[in-house]
T-cell receptor, first 113, second 117 residues
């Protein structure tokens, strides 16, 4: 079955890099995602990586995928106070042509001045 | 703004009642998804429709049902409501044909917060 785990909290200082980690169990996942949720808001798709890639960079965001260890990470460079939010990783479970996302518990990122 | 709209934003009702949540996907998106976010269960997939047909089903209770209409908007019906149904219900949509990269990019609406008293 599918299971996605994340640590619950991360606190960093403004200007530092943040690294949010995630482990997943379903090796058949095609895509792995990072979503951001700000207080009282919906989920914003930040970035995603195809399972045959090891790394993807998008401006301040770097996604690393270690398929052997089923480990996904999101690095945010030069973290700003506006990055404070909950970050969810998710895996795509596409059996039978469906497109179900299984989400982790979310990591609350707090950026301090 | 993701382009996905959901109404109403908030809904307060009593146990035993029935409610309908509405979702309009991004223009042209064929797939609509429903998710439930609660404190104890986290974010859970409920159901997916693709061009009017059910495509995937998750942990959706029998008291809940959904449909996608010819204009591609979707409704989630929740009946015999219980206190534990209080949650944030998200709709998401994705475009493209099944298997395309666009199909795998789900964009979420702002959610409907349901409170059952």
């Amino acid at each position: 079955g599918e299971d996605v785990e994340q640590s619950l909290f991360l606190s960093v200082r403004e200007g530092d890099s943040s690294v949010i980690n995630c482990t997943y169990t379903d090796s058949s996942s095609t895509y792995l995602y990072w979503y951001k949720q700000e207080p009282g808001a919906g989920l914003q798709l930040l970035t995603y990586i195809f399972s045959n890639m090891d790394m993807k960079q998008d401006q301040r965001l770097t996604v690393l995928l270690n398929k052997k260890d089923k480990h996904l990470s999101l690095r945010i460079a030069d973290t700003q106070t506006g990055d404070s939010a909950i970050y969810f990783c998710a895996e795509n479970y596409g059996k039978g042509g469906g497109n179900k996302l299984t989400f982790g518990t979310g990591t609350q990122l707090k950026v301090e001045l | 703004d993701s382009g996905v709209t959901q109404t109403p934003k908030h809904l307060i009702t009593a146990t035993g009642q029935r409610v309908t949540l509405r979702c309009s996907p991004r223009s042209g998106d064929l797939s609509v998804y429903w998710y439930q976010q609660s404190l104890d269960q986290g974010l859970q997939f409920l159901i997916q429709y693709y061009n009017g047909e059910e495509r995937a089903k998750g942990n959706i209770l029998e008291r809940f049902s959904a449909q996608q209409f010819p204009d591609l908007h979707s409704e989630l019906n929740l009946s015999s409501l219980e206190l534990g149904d209080s949650a944030l219900y998200f709709c998401a949509s994705s475009g493209g044909l099944a298997g395309s990269s666009a199909y795998n990019e789900q964009f979420f609406g702002p959610g409907t917060r349901l409170t059952v008293l």
